[in-house]
């Protein structure tokens, strides 16, 4: 089995910064990409920033010169830097593995998409 195992939230005033770092384990053969969403109340899930297995990334408009997503293939683990934070950026925030491809004994698994518990992250004013 696989799971995405999640730390680094909490409350931070406006302008801080924190760290988010979500860790895959399992049996693991290979991960695409990976990446953050997140949810507010009353709001939709969506996407923060993903990155590819070969280091490409996509942000979202609204944190672009802010946060900072990598990515540690050896360790199947990526991160979230969060700089300069604002009270909007206060939500649950989820980590996300595409196409994860697993083994147990010698059967293999997948490619399935996997998703982190969430993580609150809280902007104070």
């Known amino acids: 089995q696989v799971q995405l195992v999640e730390s680094g939230g909490g409350l931070v005033q406006a302008g801080g910064s924190l760290r988010l770092s979500c860790a895959a384990s399992?049996?693991?053969?290979?991960?695409?990409?990976m990446g953050w969403y997140r949810q507010a109340p009353g709001k939709q899930r969506e996407l923060v920033a993903a990155?590819?297995?070969?280091?490409?990334?996509n942000y979202a408009d609204s944190v672009k010169g802010r946060f900072t997503i990598s990515r540690d293939n050896a360790k199947n683990t990526v991160y979230l830097q969060m700089n300069s934070l604002k009270p909007e950026d206060t939500a649950v925030y989820y980590c996300?593995?595409?196409?994860?491809?697993?083994?147990?004994?010698?059967?293999?698994?997948?490619?399935?998409?996997?998703w982190g518990q969430g993580t609150q992250v809280t902007v104070s004013s």
């Open positions: 996300n593995a595409d196409d994860i491809t697993y083994y147990r004994g010698t059967v293999y698994y997948g490619p399935y998409d996997y």
């Open positions: 399992g049996s693991i053969i290979s991960i695409n990409a």
């Open positions: 990155i590819t297995s070969g280091g490409s990334t």
